[in-house]
T-cell receptor, first 111, second 115 residues
């Protein structure tokens, strides 16, 4: 049973425009959320995180928004660059040691 | 400094054989995770080690899967009597975390193919 869902397997965006990647979760006990970026043949690398006490966290071109009532989070990349082309995973955790990952969204930024 | 390393990078085996996958975490990291990613799926949690505590094995899919972590450093994931559905990328991650909130650093993964 997938507790973290990324319903868009792929997304294409023009360079310089905004990329919006979405993630939904079902477990209301989740209180910490992360985004990871993965290039082919490499492990995921941490991008940005947000705690449930916040609704927004910004780091340079990357902003994560959390809507707890909708159990939804999104990652905004502005402006998008060709080097941002990768697979993006969202992940969530609550009490305990487990992190639950989505299935990933493959972002292509077109030059 | 060195990141998380995993070996082998690729492994092809025949159904029914045993395989061992190795993970070298970042030096000093007390937490170590194993995940697997099957085709078209997200990362599936397998097992978690934290210091000298008993590991959290709740994600292991069957008793054919086991893992150990020697001396609080290197970890080995063993799959006995491999099945075709075990084919996946097996990822290891480590963190310095004691409270479940620190960044996990992932290795490049081991791509396992069971024929």
């Amino acid at each position: 049973d997938q507790q973290v869902k990324q319903n868009s397997p792929s997304l294409s965006v023009q360079e310089g425009r905004i990329s919006i990647l979405n993630c939904d979760y079902t477990n209301s006990m989740f209180d910490y959320f992360l985004w990871y970026k993965k290039y082919p043949a490499e492990g995921p690398t941490f991008l940005i995180s947000i705690s449930s006490i916040k609704d927004k966290n910004e780091d340079g071109r990357f902003t994560v928004f959390l809507n707890k009532s909708a159990k939804h989070l999104s990652l905004h990349i502005v402006p998008s660059q060709p080097g941002d082309s990768a697979v993006y995973f969202c992940a969530a955790s609550g009490t305990g040691n487990q992190f639950y990952f989505g299935t990933g969204t493959s972002l292509t930024v077109i030059p | 400094g060195a990141g998380v390393s995993q070996s082998p990078s690729n492994k092809v085996t025949e159904k029914g054989k045993d395989v061992e996958l190795r993970c070298d975490p970042i030096s000093g990291h007390t937490a170590l995770y194993w995940y697997r990613q099957s085709l078209g799926q997200g990362l599936e949690f397998l097992i978690y080690f934290q210091g000298n505590s008993a590991p959290d094995k709740s994600g292991l899919p069957s008793d054919r899967f086991s893992a150990e972590r020697t001396g609080g450093s290197v970890s080995t994931l063993t799959i006995q009597r491999t099945q075709q559905e075990d084919s996946a990328v097996y990822l290891c991650a480590s963190s310095s975390d004691l409270a479940g909130r620190e960044t996990q650093y992932f290795g490049p993964g081991t791509r396992l193919l069971v024929l």
